[in-house]
């Protein structure tokens, strides 16, 4: 439908170098999809070569054998993890979904510090670009955690490579705090704390993580290129340093990082959840509550991944039980979402099917997850390939599920145009399907005892590595078929009415795609998001 005066955020300004100027939320949301985009098809390729080399053993004649030996598939493997994690998931859902539409979800004209949020892009970009150097320069083979004292010791651009991430962690600090200070000064008339939509919590939930653990991180990475640069004893035994302590710093961010890269998702679901089956949400409160309650506890489970570095048996029972506590604010979710669901009018559009998968395909992510943090267990299953396949069904039948679903919910809303519904659905048959076909062999291998981080196995585990190999094809397609879908919707789609899924929340109430300052009127609520009967 389009605003009045046929003027929206895209077609205001002209040429391109505005874009790289823009102080425009909305047109920053889309300097990171770009960017993102790319990032992971750039680990996506990496995925694929990893599991073509695992297609077969090594002494399999021409396949097998594809990454030439185990130094290069560690490199492989490195870049693979560190550009999904600190490039694709962690940035995805905020810096994308976020930056577009917190400000339009509260009413908001734009972000509380519109300049910084620029620099915080640009931040990133030259993160991302450091990273990406590295692989030019000298490949860093130590995976994407950065282990000491191998990291202290091997060749390769490690300290380039980690003061590339401390830039990156910089960019998501400085967008927390952006998006924090936003949701507590810039709320409409009327909005108050608990009727903010349920995304908009999650994104302020995750800020706030984003700003307390990322420090952190970045402290243990400067420590590190220190140590590496100067011969400084931090970590090295050789030098008086103790590896283990690298662990628990680089775990006392990366844990409470796995909820930055879930609650988003989370919020999105919520989102789809209740648009998709017109029902007001079920447990509003317990929801938004349980957000902050996952952030909360997320701070103290670190331990759980160090079962086996030698801390006490005391320590361990502890970390255990505090792990399984995160599992109380997670089933209540799952609790409300399924609640809202039930007697529900149902649409099986292409983003519910994403968040239906979301919810199966994060269950068995949450569920194994639990049962890695009963000590007995991971004492066998660490460092094999059950973990692979535990935290690929968080971070990919989770976030990315998420990721997707959001993407098409909002397409109408950020571009004006409708894409097409079949292709959407058959984009989401491919990954689904495609996806357990990839990752469910991987907890059957890991419990066998396949170890991760290796570039060849025992011809025992060869027949369910090829099923696993044959799976990450179907994601691909899946993939392209997505991208099609979105680039044939951008060049031929229909014109996007204002509130195509009838849902109830700001941001469909102004113009598809919304103009520069996002509203005609300053929105005055005077009722919750969900209330549809
Ligand atoms: C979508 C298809 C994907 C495939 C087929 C795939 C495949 C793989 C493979 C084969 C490994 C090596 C496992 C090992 O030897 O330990 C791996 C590791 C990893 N993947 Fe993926 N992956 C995919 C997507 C993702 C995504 C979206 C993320 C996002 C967070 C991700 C994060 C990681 C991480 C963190 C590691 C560990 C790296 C390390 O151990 O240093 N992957 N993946
Ligand atoms: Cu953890």
Known sequence: MGHASGKNYINEEPGLLSWFTSLDHKRIAILYFVSIMFFFLVGGIMALLLRLELFAVNSAPNVGNILKNGDVYNQVLTYHGAVMVFMVIVPGIPAILGNFFLPLQIGAKDVAFPRLNLASWYIFMLGAALAVITFFVAKVDTGWTFYTPYSIRTGG?????V????IMGMSSIVTGLNFIVTVHKLRAPGMSMFRIPLFTWAIYSTAIIQVLATPVLGITLLLLAMERTFGVGIFDPKLGGDPVLFQHFF????????????????GVISELITTYSKKTIFGYTAIAFSSIGIAAVSFFVWGHHMFVSGQSEIAGIVFSFLTMLVGVPTAIKM??????????????????????GFLFLFAIGGVTGIMLAVTAIDVHFHDTYFV??????VMVGGTLMAIMGGFFHWF?????????????????????????????PQFILGAKGMPRRYFDYVPEYETLNRVSTVGSWLITIGFLIGLYVIVQGLRKGK??????????????????????????????VTAGPYEYK
């Open 157 to 161: 651009a490690v300290v380039m490579m």
């Open 163 to 166: 003061v590339a991430a401390f």
């Open 251 to 266: 775990w006392f961010y990366s844990h409470p990082a796995v909820y930055i890269m879930i609650l988003p998702a989370m």
């Open 335 to 356: 609790f409300n979402w399924l609640a809202t669901l039930y007697k529900g009018s149902i649409e099986f559009t292409a983003p519910m099917l994403y968040a239906l």
């Open 388 to 393: 692979v396949a535990h935290f690929h069904y």
């Open 412 to 440: 109408p809303k950020m571009f004006g145009k409708m894409y097409s519904e079949v292709g959407a659905r058959w984009s989401w048959v491919f990954i689904f399907i495609g996806f357990n076909v990839t990752f469910f």
């Open 495 to 524: 014109q996007a009415p204002d509130n195509p899924w009838g849902s109830k929340t700001l941001e469909w109430q102004t113009s598809s795609p919304p103009i520069m300052h996002n509203f005609d009127h300053d929105p005055v």
